[in-house]
């Protein structure tokens, strides 16, 4: 299941990959330094096979599972006009894999620039608040600069050579211009904590991209393009005695609805929802903040897709990571 934090889109959908809640502090907003640079890495390896929330372990003993295995690479741009304003801009790198295991048969590789996205973020209230916290709130525009009709080598059903389009969860793009809507907040509250919330949707309002997925089921034989959302919620605590060192608990739900917010929602795609604890810790020296986290898996759910209740058939199967692990690095300038 491609989701927005697996291109962050996914876990930029796009955006920082760490929250500004975190990576900001009242006295950074003071200080003439208005540009913040970013690198983010993502990395997830998927293998276990879901219908609904009921694992497929049969897949496992059968040694037919499909694995999926990512690597994101994010960089982003953010320029501080006010206090209050900053433009930010943000360009994924993908390097994906995959083997497949059924028709067309083949072991995928995509490696590109995946689907830039430009926006704007303002906080609600102006910095310093009274009380210590404050909300956020950005709209960007996502551009169709990722290749999404990425091809390699594999063989048909009668054993024959042929060149077939990669699956649809490791292309670097969608081929969409879509939108996002983001929020973050953040508020201090007992024993040195912040208590934290940041969430984001990507609209995709393309319907589907063109690109032949292989499949033969009716409504499946094109790529869907699909919105994306990601939800993140939890507490940081400052560590006693270690300047900057912070440790950061947490929740976070991600996934692809079955159908779009605006716009039609046919062709194929895996919908569906991992949510996941949390856990991570964050550094922040000389300007530098360094962040950690490791996401794992509590609950993961494949929906039923559009094509699925048109068929009325049973839910397909889709492969989920069992954690995820990622860095974020930003400077201050």
């Known amino acids: 299941m491609k989701t927005a934090a697996e291109r962050e889109a996914d876990e930029a959908a796009k955006g920082p990959a760490v929250p500004d809640d975190q990576r900001i502090t009242f006295r950074e907003v003071r200080k003439p330094q208005p540009w913040v640079i970013s690198f983010g890495y993502r990395y997830q390896p998927s293998s276990r096979h879901f219908v609904g929330t009921v694992e497929q372990t049969q897949r496992e003993v059968n040694n037919n599972q499909i694995q999926n295995i990512y690597h994101l690479m994010d960089i982003s741009v953010e320029r501080q006009m006010t206090r209050r304003l900053s433009l930010t801009a943000s360009l994924p790198i993908v390097f994906a894999y995959r083997n497949q295991l059924y028709n067309p048969v083949g072991k995928f590789q995509v490696n590109g620039i995946g689907d830039m996205t430009l926006g704007v973020r303002g906080w609600i209230f102006k910095p310093p608040t009274e009380n210590g916290g404050n ?18 080598a594999a063989r048909n059903s009668r054993g024959e050579s042929i060149v077939a389009t990669a699956d649809q969860s490791i292309q670097a793009g969608d081929g969409g211009t879509g939108f996002s809507l983001d929020t973050q907040a953040y508020k201090p509250i007992w024993f040195r904590s912040t208590a934290y ?12 991209n063109g690109v032949n997925t292989f499949r033969t089921r009716p409504g499946e034989t094109v790529m869907s393009v699909s919105d994306q959302y990601l939800v993140r919620g939890g507490v940081s605590r400052a560590v006693p005695g270690v300047p900057g060192l912070f440790v950061t608990f947490g929740g976070r739900m991600e996934g692809v609805p079955v159908r779009d917010l605006i716009g039609r929602s046919n062709g194929f795609r895996r919908p569906g929802y991992a949510i996941s604890a949390d856990p991570g810790f964050l550094y922040s020296r000389w300007g530098y903040v360094f962040s950690c986290n490791v996401p794992w898996a509590l609950e993961r759910n494949r929906r039923r897709s559009v094509p699925d209740i048109a068929n009325g058939i049973r839910t397909g199967d889709a492969a989920f990571a069992d954690y995820v692990f990622t860095l974020g690095l930003s400077k201050r300038f």
């Open 135 to 152: 909300i956020a709130v950005g709209l960007s525009l996502k551009l169709p600069t990722g290749r999404y009709n990425a091809t390699g």
């Open 197 to 208: 919330l940041s969430g984001s949707y990507l609209f995709n309002p393309r319907d589907t």
